[in-house]
């Protein structure tokens, strides 16, 4: 069982503090466990130039182009049976970074795209080498650990919540949750022994979740939540009666009973969310039928396409090159 754990702080810092406290925990349950710090690595921005998907479409592997520090992540992701990924809040958000190992994570390996072109090598008869590689399709969980330096909470909203974003395209399952704010008060996490027994009890629960079936894993967060598939508490408010998580994708009736607030979410919706295989196959059929929409429409309306856009050629781009620094 390997579990691997990534800071993106600043080296030796608070995100390195926590995250090391989890995976020496995990070790102790018997995982082999690999540390990266991605402050100054180079992890560049998808550009979304296809290439990845033009290369597995032709039967290579899904890898992308860009010449940087992402396949030493990708690499060592693809081993991890577990992971824990602590990040800065910046901005109330995690930092950049985190996204942009996200966004390269995001299409090129989503479960349902790996699973349809595993399928299609399959039954072309390829060989072991030609297939996709075995590990895009193995189940891992997550730990999750936010580190914001506010005082305040609410100086922490959009943290946690977007570290979500890091499990669903490749169907990582999240286990557990903390928000750690308050670092300028705590000066060191060290200091907070409460804090470092909790962190790790998360390094032990990623290590117990390791092998059991994915809908089975057990949440170990403290808050359960209102949402029972991420157990976060955030909703987009549709209407009078209706929310959506936007970290799962689903619809679901909010219910008031005095003080007490529930949201209940049908079988179909949960068996549909981001977080569940049908719910990713879904968005994958989405994207193949707006595909062959737009090379249809390209083919029958390029012409008129390039005449509707060239009064916007008035806006010109502003050209670096030309900036001196004051
Ligand atoms: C650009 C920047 C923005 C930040 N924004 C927030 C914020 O919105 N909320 C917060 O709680 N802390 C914020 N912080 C503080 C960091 O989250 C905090 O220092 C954290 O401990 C950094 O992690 P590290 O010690 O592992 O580098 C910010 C720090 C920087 C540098």
Redesign the pocket.
């Known amino acids: 069982m390997k579990v691997l754990g990534i800071?993106f702080?600043?080296k030796g810092?608070?995100?390195?503090i926590v995250c090391k406290q989890a995976l020496l925990a995990a070790k102790k349950s018997g995982a082999e466990v690999e540390f990266i710090n991605t402050c100054h690595l180079n992890i560049d921005r998808c550009t979304g130039c296809g290439a990845c998907d033009r290369r597995m479409e032709k039967g290579g592997p899904c890898r992308c182009v860009i010449k940087d520090d992402f396949p030493f992540l990708e690499e060592h992701i693809l081993e991890a049976d577990g992971i824990i990924l602590?990040a800065?809040?910046?901005?109330?958000g995690p930092v950049g970074q985190f996204k942009n190992l996200t966004d390269r994570l995001g299409p090129s390996h989503d479960r349902a795209y790996m699973m349809q072109q595993q399928q299609k090598r399959m039954a072309e008869g390829k060989t072991k080498e030609e297939l996709m590689d075995e590990r895009l399709f193995k189940d891992r969980f997550l730990g999750l650990i936010s580190?914001?330096?506010?005082r305040t909470e609410n100086?922490?909203s959009l943290g946690l919540l977007n570290m979500h974003l890091f499990a669903p395209s490749m169907q990582m399952t999240v286990v557990d949750q903390m928000n750690v704010?308050g670092?300028?008060d705590r000066v060191s996490p060290v200091l907070d022994e409460r804090l470092m027994e909790r962190l790790a009890a998360m390094g032990e629960h990623v290590a117990a979740s390791v092998g059991t079936p994915r809908e089975e894993a057990k949440w170990y967060g403290d808050d359960k939540g209102l949402c029972p598939v991420c157990h976060n508490r955030t909703f987009t408010i549709k209407d009078a009666r209706h929310v959506e998580c936007p970290i799962c994708g689903m619809y679901g009736e909010l219910k008031l009973q005095g003080e007490d607030v529930r949201v209940e979410f049908s079988p179909e919706q949960i068996a549909q969310c981001r977080y569940r295989t049908q719910g990713v196959i879904d968005h994958r059929n989405e994207i193949d039928s707006m595909t062959k929409r737009c090379i249809r429409v390209i083919r029958e309306q390029g012409e008129q396409i390039k005449e509707l856009l060239k009064p916007l050629d008035e806006i010109q781009e502003l050209d670096r090159k030309e900036f001196t620094e004051k």
């Open positions: 800071s702080g600043r810092q608070n995100c390195d602590s800065p809040v910046y901005v109330l580190v914001g330096g506010a100086w922490t704010y670092m300028g």
